[in-house]
């Protein structure tokens, strides 16, 4: 990679007492690259994103973002840094509006000046500028025509785009998504690629964990695959769609086992 990355990932290692989450992750995201973070359930995925979010701390190693250690940051000032993340588990505030959804997120990511909030024509103007970058962002996801809608009320796959109008409020550099397309069907799941796309060719670096391959294959720049808290191959799409590691991951007996059990234990 020629370009400073704007993530790097520098030798994470992250253990819940005696289970080992994730080992020695190393790996880096350039500016402007679309990557995902692939593997079986139970491989790292959520705990990898837990930790550059600066939702957990690494038992070893260190993430930098634009060059800058991230381990001492609290999660609200890595956003602020322009890390963004949406979760998987859909988060919306529910009885609100999708619009306040997103008007809300705006709020909390937009701390005025203190002038703009005691004067009230300055309190006017900040607040239909908030207003008019909401309507901008749910043009951006597709919701605009659901903008009044209560959030709770949507579909599962329009309340993840909810979720990733909530992570742009924030005005992020870096994206972070996890399993966005989770309860998407096929057509929702091509809308979700183009808007994936979109965003990027807006300025916003990418990275996707995502279970739905052929989807991954589609929009993916680069893939990082782990499996049981290692990195086993990292590349272009069509070498680790072929690629004897990853197929043995999600193929063989061990990824097959544990996917069943994530399953089973729901
Ligand atoms: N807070 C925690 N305490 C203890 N163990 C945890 C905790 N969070 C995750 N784990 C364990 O760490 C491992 C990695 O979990 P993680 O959620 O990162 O996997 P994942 O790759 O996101 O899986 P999935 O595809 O199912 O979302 C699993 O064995 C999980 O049970
Ligand atoms: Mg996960």
Do not use: W
Request: proline share 5%.
């Amino acid at each position: 990679m020629s370009a400073a990355p704007i993530l790097r990932i520098d030798h994470v290692g992250v253990r819940f007492g005696g289970l080992v989450a994730i080992a020695d992750l190393h790996f880096d995201v350039a500016e402007g690259e679309i990557v995902s973070l692939i593997g079986p359930n139970g491989a790292g995925k959520t705990t990898a994103f837990n930790v550059m979010t600066g939702f957990l701390k690494p038992s070893q190693g260190r993430v930098l973002f634009k060059g800058e250690y991230l381990s001492r940051l609290k999660p609200h000032e890595i956003s602020r840094a322009g890390l963004a993340r949406t979760f998987q588990r859909t988060s919306v505030f529910a009885a609100d509006t999708v619009f306040d959804n997103v008007l809300i997120g705006l709020h909390r990511h937009a701390e005025p000046p203190l002038l703009d909030r005691v004067v009230p024509a300055r309190r006017r103007a900040d607040e239909a500028r908030l207003r008019a970058r909401a309507r901008e962002i749910l043009e951006l996801v597709g919701l605009a025509s659901r903008a009044d809608e209560l959030a709770g009320s949507l579909a599962y796959g329009e309340q993840r785009l909810v979720g990733v109008a909530l992570a742009l409020a924030t005005e992020p550099t870096m994206l972070l998504l996890d399993e966005p397309v989770s309860g998407m069907n096929a057509s929702e799941t091509q809308v979700f690629v183009r808007l994936i796309r979109r965003v990027r060719d807006e300025g916003v670096t990418i990275l996707l964990v995502e279970h739905d391959m052929p989807m991954v294959m589609e929009v993916s720049d680069r893939i990082v695959c782990l499996n049981y808290g290692r990195l086993i191959a990292e590349g272009a799409p069509a070498a680790i769609r072929a690629d004897p590691a990853v197929i043995e991951a999600y193929l063989g007996k061990g990824g097959a086992a544990r996917e069943l059990a994530a399953e089973v234990q729901g």
